[in-house]
Nanobody, 118 residues
């Protein structure tokens, strides 16, 4: 069973917006910290945003003010709203779940490609 399934990637022009979704078949979902990572060719995997069980969000400096992470525990879904997209945002975006304070219990999605280009 695929525990994490991302969707919402695609091609968008600079300045545009996309919303990524990740549906998590995990229980109890509310106890998982959910994160979005991204990776582009030649770069290390980068933590983009994180939202804990407490719903306190955290962002990479490169996306602060442009991206918003949120979660809907009733739907077991985490979102990444991406605004004012730049070409350097182009990457495969991965959903990641980790049981809060228990790092060995974690899951990765297969990723969804976001391409920002004119």
């Amino acid at each position: 069973q695929r525990q994490l399934v991302e969707s919402g990637g695609g091609l968008v022009q600079p300045g545009g917006s996309l919303r990524l979704s990740c549906v998590a078949s995990l229980s109890p979902f509310r106890l998982y910290t959910m994160r979005w990572y991204r990776q582009s060719p030649g770069n290390q995997r980068e933590l983009v945003a994180s939202i804990a069980s407490s719903e306190s969000p955290d962002y990479a400096d490169s996306v602060k003010g442009r991206f918003i992470i949120s979660r809907d525990n009733s739907k077991k879904t985490v979102y990444l709203q991406m605004n004012s997209l730049k070409p350097e945002d182009t990457a495969v975006y991965y959903c990641y779940a980790v049981l809060t304070d228990i790092n060995r219990i974690n899951f990765w999605g297969k990723g969804t490609l976001v391409t920002v280009s004119s």
